[in-house]
């Protein structure tokens, strides 16, 4: 099955990273849903992936680690995307993991860089602990040492490679990294069938990321990626929960 991540939720039709935002991607069925985990000054798991809070409400100043979660529920981030939206929060990963269906696959993103939260990855396996979501759940970073001490903590845990820039060879990084890894995230821009092919050949699924355009999309599947990211989830839904191999675009 291709699995189709809705990137922050379902971000062009509510506030990402928001309860709305994860709401809307169930509404369309997707089997997977990835967000962004930082931390408060108090130490609180907030779903949100600016290390500030400027580009949700431009009358917020300083980064998230500057803020207890307290102050950070009082701001608005919901006005900025629509008035329909007016006086809606940040949510905490709590809240998310309280509304989301268990059978959804949960890409957690450790935001960790620039910006570094330490003790982040203890407090988030604690969380999930917590909730007993370790089973699926996928855990990602571009911060690859926050990878080792999660999986430290929690062997079993499913892990994800993120890569920004142009790598190479990621699948043999991957093997020699240290992480017993489930899946490599490459950009999309540089992911081709060599990546894809090599990948599969060590035993790793290949998402990549951020796809918006049905061109891409299929092109992606032609390389044979297992799945891919997406800010727009209800273009790809169509071919993304069944087994065929291309996207066909719905309103």
Known sequence: MIL???????????????????????????????????????????????HN????????????????????KKIDVGSSFSRRYRGITLATLEEVLEMLPEDILLNIEIKNKPVAYEGIEDILIDCLHQYNRLDNVLISSFDHDALKIVQ?????????????????????????????????????KHTNKKLVTESHKLGYKVYPYTVNK?????????????????????????SANTTEKKAMKIS
């Open 4 to 50: 189709n991540f809705a990137h922050r939720g379902s971000l062009t039709e509510a506030p990402e990273n928001t309860l709305p935002a994860m709401e809307k991607a169930i509404e369309h069925n997707v089997k997977a849903i990835e967000l962004d985990v930082q931390l408060t000054k108090d130490n609180r798991l907030i779903v949100v992936h600016d």
């Open 214 to 238: 049905v061109k891409m999309y299929n092109r992606l599947m032609d390389f044979g990626v297992d799945g891919v990211f997406s800010n727009n989830p209800k273009i790809f839904a169509h």
């Open 152 to 188: 430290k903590r929690a062997p079993n845990i499913k892990l994800g490679l993120l890569f920004n820039q142009k790598f190479f060879k990621p699948w043999e990084y991957a093997r020699n990294c240290g992480l017993t890894i489930t899946s490599i995230h490459p950009n999309a």
């Open 53 to 72: 809070l400027t580009r949700y409400n431009k009358k917020t100043s300083g980064f998230i680690k500057d803020y207890t979660l307290e102050t950070i």
